[in-house]
């Protein structure tokens, strides 16, 4: 079992007396210890029925969680803020198709040569979210590393030019990088994002991997949130608002390479130790294809518990939790409807949980707590993406974010995992939240998977807010216990299947827990003076 070294503790103690933690009061001590299990199932029952249908977004069934959420907020207390008085926070949801006979790519070099790039799984265009046609003709290629900009570390756009140019990079990052860290510089929408504040007006994503990319000739839709003024995408993909995105294999990527005057294998092997290559690739791409568009209305839900002290009341900690779940789907075992119980039905619970503890300790915080029930986590963390970049309070005054999804009570909860925290001071009032609790804190038990980035706290890191996302610990007191053995069985059975119902496997004493943590980890963070602040030298 992996636990945060020694050292990390030490300086923990070395820390500002509240490194301690605020006292607790007798009254908010009672209030933790009566989360009542039996509120928590009944919030995952409900949301988890049948007859929510998989609360997809623009359904009934979503309507109906929203309306559910809305009713709990005021029972609780909150006050509305989201958008003109209300608890709601309407966006457009786009669904963007390509129109496969519309697309024609052709690449031309100095010598005047033209050759049309087929598909067959080596070059796989994407619908644009916000402009029905694209049409670039003749529009430069630059090659661009791994498309990494990183003031005072690296950028891999040094000395080239590619405003009004499509952009070729890599996917993945070069050596020596966390799994954290390269999770977020592979990720489609930081590339985009980067080449677009660049100029670029498109980018070419490539494999190094040999052989086809075993995708299908039709790139699967892009789904986005947008602005009001439907000029704007906020996905995983279509961050910077290229106007092209394009996927091609390591096949393809040795065509571009082809009498430029460099090697591909040795640019290549420079780039894996860190060292950036960029330069003009001596060819012009034309790229032409058209999109077409579902749009539905859709709600992120917000709850206000305001602050009391008189600055601090300006600030906002945010709790996260996604309502949608992906709807009714493709049969299994005669059930098509993907009821989302644990994902994330339990996660919104618990958010209301902490909101209980908070009305029943008669607990005011010093800084205000927002609770943020997003929509369409399951369609590219849209929901979140578009409060993040469209918050309704001041952006700046949002200074941490405490995200739950899917929480995973599938067994005693006795040690957990607080993803980022490791990044930011959010670890120290994680650190007084356990020594209550008597939880052990540990390490990512999958650093592999990248999970930091792939859940809505993504969209508040991305802005600069730190945050944290917690998975279980695998502490057992049961001799023989195998936790990851029993987390993979209950994924295949469960994880985005019709099975994940509210008979499903759940220990509601592990739900009670985890809103215990959430809890004193977001009322410690209320009452510091000191606002979170990135550890120095992190990357974010």
């Known amino acids: 079992m992996k636990k945060y070294s020694l050292i990390a503790y030490l300086l923990l103690l070395t820390m500002s007396a509240f490194s301690q933690g605020p006292d607790l009061s007798p009254a908010i001590r009672k209030a933790i210890d009566a989360v009542d299990t039996s509120a928590l199932k009944a919030h995952i029952a409900y949301l988890a029925d049948d007859i929510l249908r998989g609360r997809k977004p623009g359904t009934p069934g979503y309507q109906m969680a929203v309306d559910y959420v809305i009713a709990e907020y005021k029972k609780l207390g909150l006050k509305p803020a989201g958008e003109n008085g209300t608890y709601i926070q309407k966006f457009i949801l786009r669904k963007a198709d390509l129109v496969p006979s519309s697309v024609r790519v052709n690449l031309a070099d100095d010598a005047g040569n033209i050759d049309s790039l087929v598909f067959r799984n080596e070059v796989a265009v994407f619908a644009n979210p916000v402009k029905p046609s694209v049409d670039l003709v003749k529009a430069p290629l630059v090659f661009a590393g791994f498309g990494m900009d990183i003031p005072g570390r690296y950028s891999d756009y040094q000395n080239i030019d590619v405003k009004g140019k499509i952009v070729v990079v890599l996917r993945r990052t070069p050596d020596g990088f966390s799994s954290t860290y390269e999770t977020l510089f592979s990720s489609l929408d930081y590339k985009s994002s980067v080449a677009f504040s660049k100029g670029a007006v498109g980018l070419i994503s490539a494999s190094i991997t040999p052989g086809p990319m075993g995708v299908p000739p039709v790139a699967p839709p892009v789904t986005a949130s947008l602005n009001p003024g439907k000029t704007k995408a906020y996905s995983t993909r279509f961050t910077g608002n290229v106007d092209a995105y394009i996927n091609v294999s390591l096949n393809v990527l040795r065509s571009l390479f082809l009498y430029s005057g460099k090697n591909l294998d040795e640019v290549l092997a420079a780039l894996k130790k860190g060292q950036p290559q960029s330069f003009d690739l001596g060819k012009k791409l034309s790229v032409r294809f058209n999109s077409t568009y579902t749009d539905v209305e859709t709600y992120n839900v917000i709850g206000l518990l305001p602050g009391t002290d008189r600055n601090l009341k300006n600030e906002y900690i945010v709790h996260s939790a996604h309502l949608d779940h992906v709807g009714v789907g493709v049969p299994v075992n005669g059930d098509s409807i993907y009821n989302g119980a644990h994902d994330n039905a339990s996660g919104v619970s618990s958010s209301l949980g902490i909101a209980e503890v908070y009305k029943a300790a008669?607990?005011?915080?010093?800084?205000?707590?927002?609770?943020?029930?997003?929509?369409?986590?399951e369609l590219g963390l849209t929901g979140a993406g578009y409060f993040a970049s469209h918050p309704t309070v001041p952006a700046a005054s949002i200074v941490a974010n405490i995200n739950t999804d899917m929480p995973t009570p599938i067994?005693?909860?006795?040690?957990?995992?607080?993803?980022?925290?490791?990044?930011?001071?959010?670890?120290?009032?994680?650190?007084?939240?356990?020594?209550?609790?008597?939880?052990?804190?540990?390490?990512?038990?999958?650093?592999?998977?990248?999970?930091?980035?792939?859940?809505?706290?993504?969209?508040?890191?991305?802005?600069?807010?730190?945050?944290?996302y917690f998975v279980n610990g695998r502490k057992t007191n049961v001799p023989g216990f195998d936790f990851d053995a029993h987390l993979k069985q209950w994924r295949a059975k469960y994880y985005h299947k019709p099975a994940d119902q509210i008979d499903g496997i759940f220990d509601f004493g592990a739900l009670k827990t985890f809103v215990q943590l959430n809890f004193l980890v977001s009322y410690s963070l209320a009452s510091d003076k000191e606002k979170p602040t990135w550890n120095k030298g992190e990357l974010f």
Do not use: W
């Open 362 to 377: 008669k607990v005011k915080p010093r800084r205000s707590v927002l609770f943020v029930m997003v929509s369409a986590e």
């Open 411 to 468: 067994a005693p909860l006795l040690s957990i995992a607080p993803l980022g925290s490791q990044y930011s001071s959010i670890l120290k009032h994680i650190e007084y939240a356990t020594r209550i609790l008597k939880i052990d804190i540990e390490e990512d038990p999958e650093p592999e998977q990248g999970f930091f980035m792939r859940s809505d706290q993504y969209n508040f890191v991305k802005k600069g807010i730190p945050a944290v």
